[in-house]
């Protein structure tokens, strides 16, 4: 054997030795396992990834060095050598590692070895080792159909996101059920989320390990039969139909889980995930699927017909969950077909409309909210347009309410423009009317302002319109913990005032200094400018600016 086999095989052989005893070192495995009757061990995969000079073994492909799989140096083994005299004594090596713990609960009823190989021609991949554990894989199919028959069947309590995260990848596994039943596994998808409706936060993770289960089974089991896949240069997975490609109607019976994940991914998903629900709907249309034609021609099916269109002498109204559009046509400029699209689009996200939409509007009508820095785009116009109606500020604040939430844009902003849904309805009625004050408040509490900067500009207009009172000071607080550090708020003059100054003060009390930090920037800048100020400051006055000043200093203690 060379020396640089023998070289190559130790330095991987100490990467299989340290996966594993680091393993052994702890101490939870058994009660881990005890959580739920659908685990049953911890670890199922090994992955070694070597090239020279480092060995890499851990529980998944950590991607390192993918790019750098072109043959180079001499110094490399040939695939042969590693084919011929370091896998078979690789594949040793962990069979005796294995075999003293597959009846524990370190292991899984299934473990596989993979490894990849940068040698002298390029990546070689290979699979070490494949086993299972025939008692265990038993036993936990006996857990999986006892749970669904007892939590779900005839459940009648919410269960708990744990046994889902299990459950949901379990349904789709080839080993536990080798003839996958699509209707059947969407059936306790389907019943999961029923059993959690009253419990958002619940519900919320329910759908995102259902989501990822259906995800990790697209791209690793149904679509590599038919597609190639490679990284793009942007690291986003692009698919490419295979030569001769030909699938059968048996081999795309699957189909419809697919076609359910990226409907799940569209509905539920943050902006940024729902390229991937698009991208498998057009894999599905591509494979022949005429479900996938017509849902991305009509939507995706989940809505009765009279939710997505809507039509009268003054408007029509048409919506489209899989592209998360809605085209509105108002045919005769009055409060009522303002008051009916309302409704319609209030309506559609109350019931699971995806909120990252974006209106498509035909109108002779061409308003703008008075703020610098929005998207001129449709969904804007409209919301200008109906804000002109003083009968539909209660129905505005109510679309308003139903649109907010975190994470979530409009389709058709982006960059500086970004902005959360309802962002147009709140800002208009903001500045219009105190009575939609706590709107603001529940606005800029979900805020996202690493994605979104709008909310500058809107603060300084509110200061501007509304000035600092004892009505607004509490907004005007809200707002600036929501500002980006760009934001200038001219309320300097206003804060002159030692009666002002003390409701500003009462606002920042108790937060951390930080945050105090964060709200004072857009007002006086930096620190150093108001120590100025307090410098030359009297009395009450001059106690108050050193009170933030101390406040602020305490985030940099």
């Avoid at 080993?175 to 059993?195: G, K, M, N």
């Avoid at 800029?444 to 009505?471: I, K, L, W, Y």
């Amino acid at each position: 054997m060379s020396t640089l086999v023998e070289l190559a095989t130790q330095e991987m052989t100490a990467a299989i030795d340290a996966w594993f005893d680091e393993r052994l070192q702890r101490t939870d495995l058994e009660q881990s396992v005890k959580r739920t009757t659908l685990q049953a061990g911890i670890f199922n995969d090994l992955m070694l990834d070597y090239k020279p000079g480092r060995a890499i073994a851990d529980d998944l492909d950590l991607g390192f060095d993918d790019d750098d799989a072109r043959p180079r140096t001499p110094a490399r083994l040939d695939d042969a050598q590693i084919r011929e005299a370091v896998a078979p004594q690789l594949t040793a090596l962990v069979q005796a590692r294995l075999a003293p713990l597959v009846d524990t609960p370190m292991i899984d009823y299934r473990f596989t070895c993979r490894s990849k190989f940068q040698t002298a021609q390029g990546m070689l991949h290979l699979t070490l080792l494949e086993y299972v554990n025939e008692d265990k894989r038993q036993a936990l199919l006996e857990n999986i159909h006892a749970y669904i028959e007892q939590k779900l069947t005839h459940g009648k309590h919410p269960t708990k996101p744990l046994e889902t995260f299990f459950l949901a990848r379990h349904l789709l596994d080839p080993q536990l059920f080798p003839q996958l039943d699509v209707a059947w596994s969407i059936a306790q998808y389907e019943r999961i989320q029923a059993l959690s409706k009253t419990q958002p936060e619940a519900l919320a993770k329910h759908r995102a390990d259902i989501i990822r289960a259906i995800t990790q089974w697209a791209e690793n089991v149904f679509l590599p039969q038919f597609y190639d896949s490679a990284l793009s240069a942007y690291r986003a997975t692009e698919y490419t139909l295979k030569t001769g490609a030909a699938p059968d109607a048996q081999a795309l019976q699957p189909i419809d889980l697919l076609l359910y994940g990226a409907v799940m991914i569209l509905r539920h998903e943050p902006s940024y995930a729902k390229s991937r629900g698009l991208k498998f709907l057009d894999i599905a249309r591509e494979l022949g699927s005429e479900r996938a034609v017509r849902m991305l021609k009509e939507g995706s099916g989940t809505f009765p017909d009279a939710d997505i269109h809507l039509k009268n002498a003054l408007l029509e109204c048409r919506a489209n969950d899989v592209f998360a559009t809605i085209s509105i046509n108002i045919a005769r400029e009055e409060e009522d077909a303002y008051a009916q699209t309302l409704a319609f689009i209030t309506h559609l996200l109350q019931n699971g409309f995806p909120k990252s939409y974006q209106i498509k509007l035909k109108s002779k009508v061409k308003e703008y909210l008075p703020l610098k820095g929005l998207a001129r785009s449709d969904t804007h116009r409209f919301f200008a347009n109906a804000l002109a109606y003083a009968s539909l500020r209660p129905q505005l604040e109510a679309y308003a309410r139903a649109a907010i939430e975190e994470f979530e844009f409009y389709a058709d902003t982006e960059g500086e423009k970004n902005c959360m849904p309802g962002s147009y309805a709140t800002f208009g009625l903001g500045l219009l009317d105190v009575r939609y004050f706590p709107l603001v408040q529940h606005y800029m509490a979900n805020v996202d302002e690493e994605h979104q900067s709008v909310q500058d500009q809107f603060t300084a207009a509110f200061a501007e319109r509304h000035g600092v009172t004892g009505d607004s000071i509490a907004v005007l607080a809200a707002c600036l913990r929501a500002c980006t550090d760009n934001a200038k708020v001219r309320i300097q003059a206003e804060l002159e005032e030692v009666e002002k100054l003390e409701l500003f003060c009462q606002q920042l009390q108790g937060l951390e200094g930080y945050l105090v930090e964060h709200m004072l920037y857009p007002v006086w800048g930096k620190l150093e400018k108001l120590a100025a100020l307090a410098r030359k400051a009297e009395g009450r006055r001059k106690e108050l600016l050193l009170g933030l000043l101390a406040a602020a200093s305490k985030a940099h203690t």
